[in-house]
């Protein structure tokens, strides 16, 4: 049960399709218009222009010419060449680029790279990570022969390097030296969270944090209303020059139904992080409100419900979550596993038990995540198992079940415990570091906002 093979996340169109049909007053999201904006992009590339101007002080005696040349646009960009004739290109994998065409277009002319490039086990990850828009760049001679190539690797912060060393080609993985760069931007709601970030121009990975941050507030499956509106600053990082991911959000302010949520990174004196309010509040708290980053609710919790298994009427003491079978559960607060393993109709089952007299239940699961058995230790957010069918289930769905002294309560309505606060050292350095902090958040409100179409 460990380990799924077919578990996975919800694609990005499953998400969409999520977060744009969770509440009635949110329209649907209308089809996207990027297509057009491809062809025009495209068709621009086709052709550069050059422009001579006559210097301003004999602009009046001599006419200027406009001269438009129209240039390979497919060329390999030469970004350098050292003192000792090797040359510094760079190129982005194309839709349909093999190892070949990618390293003919880089002007890699050297059997003997060819071959190792495409036999040492070590290289054959590259022929299966021509991911589209990914910047490649190789040190050559004057002559075409390899001397270096830097190919980054999906998923990781490190780079794979091919390079030769007296005289005979290696291959070895690298760490990045990642540069950060912070970003602003804004946007405004219309059909989705995901909608509106994607217009902005803002990664997924930063439209998930923006939901985890304010998660514990704002219901984004309910709670989003036409016309709220966002603010975020946070860090792109690169690598020589090119954007390798995004990192964490520094700052951000969300408008949800004209009430306005701020959140601020701060690290503290042990080295630890966390978001807080203006006024020094924790915006973690003790309890995750829900199991699953997206889903929605499809049987709340209820004294009485007809069990369409069953066939009779019985009491439903939790809440169930539709998601896709392999879908990501995390265990809504730091604390050990009690149980894992199958209980009668839950199907497999995992009991969580917390601090005090709190403890959490996942049913219905596919199965566990590695490692997790009788005694691990969990911290809050921790992907711990995978949406399944499993026990008396019609389809696939979470059942959650949040207990206080072994009794079931219904996780939407109870009133979670808060998480521990700032300390008075800490709580003076964080409002010490506010106005640097208002700074940045001024920026990103200045940024025009963008309308999700």
């Not at 989705?192 to 219901?219: C, H, K, N, R, Y």
């Not at 924790?282 to 298994?309: N, W």
């Given at each position: ?215 514990a507030d704002i219901d984004f499956l309910r709670d ?195 998480a521990t606060p700032l300390d008075p050292k800490q ?27």
């Amino acid at each position: 049960m460990n380990n799924p093979e077919n578990s996975r996340e919800p694609s990005r169109r499953e998400r969409l399709w999520i977060l744009a049909h969770s509440h009635p007053g949110i329209e649907r999201v209308g089809r996207l218009r990027w297509p057009l904006a491809g062809i025009g992009a495209f068709s621009l590339l086709g052709m550069m222009a050059a422009f001579a101007t006559a210097p301003a002080d004999n602009a009046n005696n001599v006419a200027q010419q406009t001269i438009v040349e129209t240039l390979d646009a497919l060329a390999p960009q030469l970004v350098g060449v050292s003192a000792d004739n090797e040359y510094l290109r760079e190129e982005r994998v194309q839709r349909g680029d093999t190892l070949s065409s990618l390293l003919i277009r880089l002007g890699v002319n050297d059997a003997e790279a060819f071959n190792f490039i495409r036999n040492d086990p070590r290289t054959q990850q590259i022929a299966r990570q021509l991911r589209p828009g990914k910047a490649v760049s190789v040190r050559t001679g004057e002559g075409g022969d390899l001397h270096t190539l830097y190919f980054p690797l999906n998923g990781k912060d490190a780079s794979l390097v091919v390079e030769r060393r007296n005289g005979r080609l290696e291959a070895s993985e690298q760490a990045m030296t990642l540069e950060a760069r912070t970003v602003f931007k804004s946007g405004e709601i219309r059909y989705s969270l995901f909608g509106a970030t994607d217009t902005a121009g803002i990664p997924d990975a930063v439209a998930t944090q923006l939901a985890e941050v304010f998660g514990a507030d704002i219901d984004f499956l309910r709670d989003l209303r036409k016309g709220d509106r966002f603010s975020v600053v946070y860090e792109m990082l690169q690598h020589r020059g090119q954007f390798v991911r995004s990192g964490r959000i520094l700052a951000a302010e969300f408008v949800n139904n004209q009430k306005t949520f701020t959140a601020y990174w701060h690290t503290t004196s042990d080295g630890h992080g966390g978001y807080y309010s203006r006024n020094g509040e924790s915006l973690r708290k003790a309890f995750l409100r829900s199991p699953l980053e997206f889903s929605r609710v499809t049987s709340g919790f209820t004294s009485a419900r007809f069990h369409p298994v069953l066939q009779t009427w019985r009491a439903h003491k939790g809440v169930d979550y539709g998601a896709p079978i392999g879908t990501s559960v995390r265990t809504v607060a730091d604390g050990v596993v009690e149980f894992a393993g199958q209980q009668s109709g839950y199907g497999n089952l995992l009991v969580i038990r917390h601090s005090g007299a709190y403890s959490s239940a996942y049913g219905h699961l596919k199965g566990f995540a590695a490692g997790i058995r009788k005694g691990t230790s969990v911290q809050q957010g921790e992907t711990v198992a995978y949406v399944g069918q499993t026990g008396l289930a019609t389809g696939p769905h979470l059942h959650y079940e949040f207990r206080i002294n072994g009794q079931q309560v219904n996780p939407l309505a109870v009133n979670l415990p808060p998480a521990t606060p700032l300390d008075p050292k800490q709580l003076a350095s964080f409002r010490n570091s506010l106005p640097a902090q208002d700074e940045l958040m001024q920026l990103a409100r200045q940024v025009s906002v963008t309308t999700s179409e």
